[in-house]
């Protein structure tokens, strides 16, 4: 069955310092998502791509979080520089295509900023 | 704006009892979707169901059931019978889908035990 990979599972970084996720979404889903989930929290939406453009990215703090997916296939989210807030469960989901279909999400990035 | 309250924070039952975990949801449109995702402890959210704003008809997989209420702005999930394997947190989201973007929102989700 087919599934969003994420990547890395776990990831301890010192605050100030630099941390990336990648994810790789289900192939041939056009939509990929990248969500914070704060422990105790439903996930909120970061950004959102639709191949390689943004659609939405009003809930990204973009002076220190950065997305990119550049060939419309693969995606990286990145933390410069990471804060204590900042840690968190990462979510990748990918789905088909426009318009409002279920969202299939990997297993997560859990972050820990110390 | 949208917004969906799942105001059991914390459920626990017995193996082999139903339970019911509560959805409100709040939006301005006429047209959206609500959802239900299963999160077990290895993290990942498991997609249980979509439900668009038109279709009220209640739904039944297995033991899972769904009851959609336009009039209370209710979309309540029920489990029938429940086994230990459906311990994890629950999570009803909503989206209003203008045009392509499918913003899905979340509840703050209900944790189900299931004892043995």
């Known amino acids: 069955e087919a599934e969003v990979a994420q990547s890395p599972r776990y990831k301890i970084t010192e605050k100030s310092q630099a941390v990336a996720f990648w994810c790789d979404p289900i192939?041939?889903?056009?939509?990929l998502y990248w969500y914070r989930q704060i422990l105790g929290q439903g996930p909120e939406l970061l950004v959102q791509?639709?191949?390689?453009?943004?659609?939405?990215d009003s809930q990204l703090p973009k002076d220190r979080f950065s997305a990119e997916r550049l060939k419309g296939v693969d995606s990286t989210l990145k933390i410069q520089p990471a804060e204590l807030g900042d840690s968190a469960m990462y979510l990748c989901?990918?789905?088909?295509?426009?318009?409002?279909?279920?969202?299939?999400f990997g297993q997560g990035t859990r972050l820990t900023v110390v | 704006a949208q917004k969906v309250t799942q105001a059991q924070t914390e459920i626990s039952v017995v193996e082999k009892e139903d339970v019911t975990l509560d959805c409100v949801y709040e939006?301005?449109?006429?047209?959206?979707?609500l959802f239900w995702y299963k999160q077990p402890p290895s993290g990942e959210l498991v997609f249980l169901i979509r439900?668009?704003?038109?279709?009220?008809q209640n739904e039944i997989s297995g033991r899972y059931s769904w009851n959609f209420q336009k009039s209370t702005s209710s979309f309540n999930f029920t489990i029938t019978a429940s086994q230990v394997v459906d311990s994890a947190v629950y999570f009803c989201?909503?989206?209003?889908?203008?045009?392509?973007?499918?913003?899905?929102?979340f509840g703050a989700g209900t944790r189900l035990t299931v004892k043995p």
């Open positions: 192939s041939g889903h056009a939509t």
């Open positions: 791509f639709q191949d390689e453009s943004v659609v939405d």
């Open positions: 989901a990918s789905s088909p295509g426009t318009g409002v279909t279920e969202a299939f």
């Open positions: 939006t301005r449109d006429t047209t959206y979707y």
């Open positions: 439900r668009n704003s038109f279709d009220e």
């Open positions: 989201a909503l989206s209003e889908a203008p045009g392509n973007n499918n913003d899905m929102r």
